[in-house]
């Protein structure tokens, strides 16, 4: 299973949401990770950014995973 899988597993579980990829990919490009870029994005500007509100709890994700 792929990590982004995973990830909205995880936060379906413990926070009552499953987590967007392109949530994901903001979070992971927040954290300094390294980021592929999606086969349909069309500008480097995010259409859908992760909101405010779901940073933290998937950061915590991440911390689980030792993504972090």
Not at 11 to 20: D, F, I, P, Q, S
Not at 24 to 30: D, R
Request: with cysteine; charged share 30%.
């Amino acid at each position: 299973m792929n990590i982004y899988e995973e990830i909205q597993k995880y936060t379906k579980e413990n926070y009552g949401y499953e987590a967007k990829t392109c949530w994901i990919a903001h979070v992971k490009e927040m954290c300094g990770l390294p980021v592929k870029r999606a086969h349909n994005r069309i500008s480097d500007v995010r259409s859908n950014p992760c909101p405010d509100n779901k940073i933290e709890s998937i950061k915590e994700a991440f911390k689980y995973f030792r993504m972090i």
